[in-house]
């Protein structure tokens, strides 16, 4: 079946370490994104992709890193420079201009 | 810089009964707005979306949304809740022309009585 997978699903990380989060599509999707979700907040734009070798900054990309190798893979660092990294990630794609933006099932990280 | 605000954060309705998310922007031009729903730990799945024309749009799962530029709104109703409705729900904003770079608003999450 056609979709986004990220993984992992669940993810623990002791301070100071960085950490990647997959993002794959294989719906052949031009764009990519990266959110943030923290609890009774929306999301929050992280970094985003319109095509390969290409990205840029979103609302809230200190700390974190990104690159766009394969049309079809985004991942996600988290490095240690975030201060507060704990959060539900969720990765996003986007045939092009105008079309729906279709979310993965997101990606549960913890530092402990 | 645009903005959207969802004024309810917890709507608790009874299974049956009709449901009306409320949902307002700023922004000086026309929108793109979206409604997005959320189960629990999950991604967002997307339940309509307004780009032009009609204002009032329909969605999956018996949905429907009207846009009313003079409120800057964008309110999300069912004229029925289902128990599995239950989840939370995003309004969305896209103020360029790809429609692509989204503004949430903080979500409202509904829950259901038998």
């Known amino acids: ?112 | 810089a645009q903005s959207v605000t969802q004024p309810d954060i917890h709507i608790t309705v009874s299974e049956g009964a009709s449901l009306e998310l409320r949902c307002n922007y700023s922004y000086g031009a026309t929108p793109y707005l979206f409604w997005y729903v959320q189960s629990p730990g999950q991604g967002l799945q997307l339940l309509l979306k307004y780009f032009s024309g009609d204002t009032l749009v329909q969605g999956i799962k018996g949905f429907e949304a009207e846009f009313k530029r003079s409120q800057s709104s964008f309110n999300l109703r069912k004229p029925s809740v289902h128990w599995s409705d239950a989840a939370e729900y995003f309004c969305a904003v896209a103020t360029n022309n790809a429609g692509n770079m989204l503004t949430f608003g903080g979500g409202t999450r509904l829950m259901v009585k038998p």
């Open chain 1, 1 to 112: 079946d056609g979709g986004i997978t990220q993984s992992p699903k669940y993810l623990f990380r002791k301070e100071g370490q960085n950490v990647t989060l997959s993002c794959e599509q294989n719906l052949n999707h031009d764009a990519m994104y990266w959110y943030r979700q923290d609890p009774g907040q929306g999301l929050r734009l992280i970094y985003y992709s319109q095509i390969v070798n290409d990205f840029q900054k979103g609302d809230i990309a200190e700390g974190y890193s990104v690159s766009r190798e394969k049309k079809e893979s985004f991942p996600l660092t988290v490095t240690s420079a975030q201060k507060n990294p704990t959060a539900f990630y969720l990765c996003a794609s986007q045939t092009g201009a105008g079309n729906t933006i279709y979310f993965g099932e997101g990606s549960w990280l913890t530092v402990v």
